[in-house]
């Protein structure tokens, strides 16, 4: 099985043209006719996810977060980019990022995983794409649901500490009612509180707000900041998961190195 084949059926799950424009998914470094050894899933790509993958013997790896966002000018080793761009080069090693193709689509969604892991019911999409469908399904930012049984706030912020296994979640001034409607967005969500709003969620998990973003709550509905590795951190399993039921002819690895840049004291 070649690289083309893993590309193709990637883009089968989250097609590219689902991408916000700013962003970089898809082959970034590599060779579509590259025969594949075994591929290692990550959420971003470190100089130790890729030597992790070197001692695998693995020669896809598959992240989240694309390594090259913006144009690289040179390659002269001054920066970790640089680096692990001229390393997977010289080890044979290719690079695919399936990023914001991902966060948009429903079915195997990363908005539908966590809203999975925190048993939401009546889900849909937060900010649907007009007129966008894919396997019959909508197409865009963010998802909102239900909980099947409103809880208290402080209840419900216990409950989401455990489910998506978080250490610690800023949040904003309490609104002394229930949690019943809840929208969510892994990764940097804070162009969608707006539409969090609008659709009356009591609640919006997310990450990457600014201190001065969080007053934007304005007494109409709890920010709740995980983190933004911790939003996202289960998308690995997910692709994982995904890869392992699909493909039976290459070992499939999820990292076992911690990317999150983030330490907590």
Do not use: W
Request: proline share 2%.
């Amino acid at each position: 099985m070649i690289v083309s084949d893993l590309v193709d059926f990637l883009h089968s799950v989250a097609p590219n043209n689902f991408q916000e424009e700013y962003d970089n998914s898809g082959l970034l470094v590599g060779n579509y006719d590259d025969v594949i050894t075994s591929v290692l899933v990550s959420l971003d790509v470190t100089e130790s996810v890729l030597e992790e993958a070197i001692e695998l013997g693995a020669n896809v790896i598959v992240s989240h977060h694309p390594i090259i966002f913006s144009g690289l000018k040179r390659l002269t080793k001054s920066n970790y980019v640089q680096r692990i761009v001229q390393k997977a080069i010289k080890h044979d090693i290719n690079l695919f990022a399936i990023h914001t193709n991902l966060d948009n689509v429903y079915h195997n969604g990363v908005n539908t995983f966590i809203a999975n892991r925190l048993a939401l019911i009546n889900v849909d999409i937060l900010k649907p794409k007009a007129d966008l469908m894919y396997n019959e399904a909508k197409i865009g930012a963010g998802i909102i649901g239900e909980l099947k049984n409103p809880m208290e706030e402080k209840a419900f912020l216990a409950y989401l500490k455990e489910k998506m296994e978080v250490n610690c979640i800023k949040y904003t001034a309490l609104q002394q009612k229930p949690i019943s409607r809840v929208a969510v967005c892994g990764g940097s969500g804070r162009f969608l509180l707006n539409d969090a709003i609008k659709q009356n969620s009591d609640i919006f998990i997310s990450s990457d707000f600014k201190y001065h973003e969080f007053f934007d709550a304005d007494n109409q509905i709890v920010i709740a900041d995980i983190g933004h590795f911790e939003s996202e951190q289960f998308t690995i399993r997910m692709l994982h998961e995904i890869l392992t039921n699909k493909f039976n002819n290459f070992a499939s690895h999820y990292t076992k190195v911690n990317t999150n840049p983030v330490n907590y004291f």
